[in-house]
């Protein structure tokens, strides 16, 4: 077991969890350094997933999600432990959440499908919820348009994208990047200092990925709002029509 993991303690952090950037990504962190206690992280993350809030479920989802793909480096484990947990957590924020928190479940079935985190099983994944969201639209009631584009809305303001420190670290993570060209250039092939360059490159080029994925995250958020405008906006314009013709 790793060395200062206690289960208190992490319970502790997960209460205090938010959806913001920097709160995921430091328990993240956290977990990551445990990671030979990922069972027991796991379990506990599953129980407090199943009590909480949306809000809260979207913030645990996040923190799943930053979890896995940042623990790669340290074996599978942690994605072998959520995998087991993972399509029910799904199914009750879809089931139970509104279009927003059915959105997140979405954006993360597309991210870990692209990945191929979870291998077919994420395959799987994705083909269910796809079926989902269309049987979803076309059960939808025009008089929820309103609210769903409100709910949207307000997502996207409490998004946990921090765009200006996103760039910040893209930015930092190309010049470091380029300063180990010129510093290393063609001499560290063969060399002793192979290795060190080698490790310093995987891990910008772990930034850099990271931080396109948030983006693409911040992407989505607006394209989903733009979406349900134009959805609530065509309704409205069919309702006109239909009202002028009587």
Not at 21 to 47: A, G, M, P, Y
């Amino acid at each position: 077991m790793s060395t200062g993991f206690s289960a208190e303690i992490f319970v502790q952090k997960l209460a205090k969890l938010n959806i913001a950037q920097q709160s995921i990504e430091t328990l993240s962190h956290w977990c990551i350094f445990h990671h030979r206690c990922c069972q027991e992280v796991v379990d506990i993350w599953n129980k407090d997933f199943h009590s909480a809030p949306q809000e809260r479920k979207i913030s645990l989802l996040y923190l799943a999600n930053d979890i896995m793909q940042n623990s790669k480096k340290d074996g599978m484990r942690y994605i072998h432990e959520f995998l087991k947990v993972i399509a029910a957590a799904l199914d009750d924020l879809f089931t139970n959440g509104d279009d927003f928190g059915r959105n997140v479940v979405k954006r993360l079935v597309d991210i870990w499908e692209d990945r191929k985190l979870f291998g077919t099983q994420g395959q799987l994944l994705k083909e269910e919820y796809t079926r989902k969201f269309k049987e979803l639209k076309s059960k939808k009631p025009g008089g929820e348009l309103v609210e769903k584009v409100i709910s949207s809305y307000k997502h996207m303001l409490r998004a946990p994208v921090d765009e200006a420190k996103l760039m910040r670290e893209c930015n930092s993570a190309l010049s470091f990047v380029d300063n180990l060209n010129k510093e290393y250039g063609n001499s560290y092939l063969g060399s002793s200092n192979g290795y060190s360059f080698v490790e310093e490159l995987k891990e910008q080029h772990s930034i850099l990925r990271n931080t396109i994925e948030r983006f693409k995250m911040s992407e989505s958020l607006r394209a989903t709002l733009v979406s349900d405008l134009k959805e609530a906006l065509h309704e409205q314009v069919c309702r006109s029509t239909r009202l002028y013709e009587v």
